[in-house]
C-alpha cells in the first residue's frame, strides 16, 4: 500500500489587489484569489495514488498533502499585512461496481501578525474539517462489472458536499451541499441539480451584505442537456435558478456618521448555450452565453449620499467566454499549446459598485450587472468580481527540454491579459476613473517541473500593468509570487 503525500512551498503576494474603496479586511478578493490558485494547483495532485484491490472490483485510494503559505500584501492605506497558513488535507477514495465514496478532511490553519487579519478574526482553525464528502453511483460501470458490456445508455447519482462546476464555471463554481444526477438516453444527457451553498465556504459577491465571508446561504435548482451525438462536438442548453436564504439580510450602514437602513436580497435565474469540442485535430474551442434576470433590491443610498427607499427591481444581465486551444501536430514532441479566450460580462451606469447592494443599483432602473458565484480566469494579481469586464487573454505553453534527462518533463508557459471595463461609465469592484475604460495588462508566468516521478515543483508569478482607468494612487505596477515543492510517496 503506498500512501501519498503532496508537501506545496511558499506563496506570496505583494503588492495588495485593492483599492481605498474595500481595503483587505473588508472584502476577501486578494485572499479569494490566492485559495482559487492554491486548489486548482491542489486538484491536479489528487489523482494517482496506487490502488488497493479488494476482490476483483474494488480499489481504495487515500493520501494527502499539505500546503505551507507565506502572504505578503499591502493593503489600500499601503500597510503590509503577513500571513503564514498551514494547510493539510487527507482524502480517501473507495469504488465498487459502479458505486463510489470520496471523503476529504481539511486542516486549515491562518497565523497572522497581530492586527493584521483579513477578517478581524486574528489566527483561527477554518472551518469546516470536513469539506468534502460524497457518494456515487453509475449504473454503466455496474453494468459493465457484472456482464463485461458497456451500455449505450446510462443513470448515474452523486450527492453529498461536493465541488460543483456548472456549464464553464461562470455562473457557478463552488463547493455545495448537492444532489446531482443524469440520464443519457438516445445521444441526449439530461443532468438535473439541488444544491446549498455551506454557510463557511463560500464569499458572497455582495460584499456590503453582513456575514459575506462567514454565512452565505443560497440555494441552487438547475437543468442541463446535452446532446451526446456527435462526434466532435457537445452542445448544451441550461437554466438554472439561484435563491438567496440569507438570514443576516439586514442591516444600518453608517456612513459619516449618518444611518442608512439596508435590507439585502438578490434571486437569480441563469439560462446558458455553449458547446465545446474538436474544430481540427489541432484546435479545440470552449463557448458559453449566458442571459441572467431575476429579482434584486436597489441600493440604500444615492450618488450624492443621501438616504434612499429601497424597491425591488428586475434584473437583465448578460456574460459570455468563447476559447480556443491549438494544439500545432509539429509541436507535441514538445506539448506546444496555445490559448486564446475572451470573456464578457455586463455591467450597469448607475451603479457604485457592481456586486453590492448597498451603492448597488438604482431605485426604478433594471439591473444590469452580471452577478453569480462563479469563476472567471482574469489572472492571478489584480482578480476583480466578473462584472462589467471585457478580458482578452493569450497563453503559450511547452515542455521545451524533452529527453533532455531531469529538465524532460519542465512545463514552461505565459499568459497574457488586456483588461477593460465592458461600460466605461460603470463601476466594477473596485475604485475606477469613471469615463475610462481601460484597466491595465497582466502577465502570468509559470513553471510546472517533474523533477522526479515523487518530486515536482511548480512556480507562479503575475505582474499587474495598471491602465488609465485606475485612479491616482492605486496605480502602481503589482505582483504576485508562488512558488510549490511537492513531495509524494
Known amino acids: 500500500m503506498r500512501v501519498r503525500w503532496v508537501v506545496m512551498g511558499l506563496v506570496a503576494s505583494m503588492p495588495a489587489v485593492g483599492s481605498a ?49 507565506f502572504v505578503a500584501s499591502d493593503d489600500a492605506t499601503s500597510s503590509t499585512r503577513i500571513l503564514r497558513q498551514s494547510d493539510t488535507k487527507l482524502w480517501a477514495d473507495f469504488t465498487m461496481a459502479g ?61 453529498g458536499r461536493q465541488f460543483i462546476n456548472w456549464g464553464t464555471g461562470l455562473v457557478l463554481s463552488e463547493d455545495l451541499y448537492a444532489a446531482k444526477a443524469a440520464m443519457e438516453l438516445h445521444n ?43 462526434d466532435k462536438h457537445r452542445p448544451y442548453f441550461f437554466f438554472l435558478d439561484q435563491q438567496d436564504q440569507n438570514d443576516r439580510d439586514r442591516q444600518t450602514v453608517l456612513l459619516l456618521g449618518t444611518p442608512y437602513p439596508t435590507r439585502y436580497h438578490y434571486d437569480s435565474r441563469y439560462l446558458g448555450v455553449g458547446s465545446s469540442g474538436e474544430l481540427t485535430t489541432e484546435l479545440y474551442y470552449q463557448t458559453e452565453f449566458i442571459y441572467e434576470y431575476g429579482r434584486s433590491l436597489s441600493s440604500s443610498i444615492s450618488p450624492v449620499l443621501a438616504p434612499l427607499a429601497q424597491t425591488e427591481e428586475s434584473i437583465s444581465a448578460w456574460a459570455a467566454t468563447a476559447r480556443m486551444i491549438y494544439s500545432p501536430r509539429w509541436g507535441r514532441p514538445n506539448g506546444v499549446r496555445l490559448d486564446w479566450e475572451v470573456m464578457a460580462a455586463s455591467g450597469d451606469s448607475d451603479r457604485q459598485h457592481t456586486s453590492n447592494t448597498f451603492g448597488g443599483n438604482q431605485s426604478g432602473t433594471k439591473d444590469h450587472a452580471f452577478n453569480a458565484l462563479g469563476y472567471a480566469n482574469t489572472g492571478l494579481v489584480l482578480g476583480p468580481n466578473f462584472s462589467n469586464l471585457l478580458t482578452l487573454r493569450m497563453g503559450a505553453s511547452a515542455t521545451p527540454w ?73 496605480d502602481d505596477t503589482r505582483h504576485f509570487f508562488y512558488a510549490g515543492l511537492n513531495y509524494a510517496f
Open 402 to 474: 524533452r529527453g533532455q534527462g531531469i529538465f524532460d518533463k519542465m512545463r514552461v508557459g505565459v499568459d497574457g491579459y488586456l483588461l477593460h471595463k465592458l461600460d466605461s461609465n460603470a463601476p466594477v469592484s473596485f475604485t475606477t476613473t469613471g469615463g475610462e475604460r481601460f484597466l491595465g495588462a497582466e502577465f502570468d508566468f509559470f513553471v510546472d517541473w517533474q523533477i522526479y516521478s515523487d518530486l515536482s515543483l511548480d512556480v507562479r508569478y503575475g505582474l499587474f500593468i495598471p491602465g488609465d482607468a485606475m485612479p491616482a494612487g492605486n
Open 21 to 69: 474603496q474595500r481595503a483587505l479586511g473588508q472584502d476577501p478578493q486578494t485572499f479569494e484569489r490566492l485559495e482559487r490558485t492554491l486548489q486548482d494547483i491542489e486538484r491536479s495532485r489528487q489523482v494517482g495514488a496506487a490502488d488497493l484491490e479488494i476482490g476483483e472490483s474494488g480499489r481504495l485510494l487515500f493520501g494527502g498533502y499539505t500546503t505551507f503559505g
Open 99 to 159: 458505486h463510489e465514496v470520496y471523503g476529504r478532511l481539511r486542516f486549515n490553519y491562518l497565523d497572522f501578525n497581530t492586527g493584521d487579519s483579513f477578517d478581524g478574526r486574528g489566527d483561527n482553525l477554518d472551518e469546516p474539517i470536513g469539506d468534502r464528502y460524497w457518494y456515487r453511483f453509475d449504473y454503466r460501470t455496474a453494468h459493465m462489472a457484472d456482464t463485461g458490456e458497456r451500455s449505450r445508455d446510462n443513470v448515474w447519482f452523486q450527492a
Open 188 to 230: 441526449v444527457e439530461v443532468m438535473g441539480l439541488i444544491g446549498l451553498t455551506p454557510s463557511t465556504a463560500p464569499v458572497d459577491f455582495d460584499s456590503s451584505r453582513p456575514g459575506f465571508d462567514t454565512d452565505v446561504d443560497r440555494r441552487y435548482m438547475g437543468l442541463m442537456f446535452t446532446y451526446t451525438g456527435f
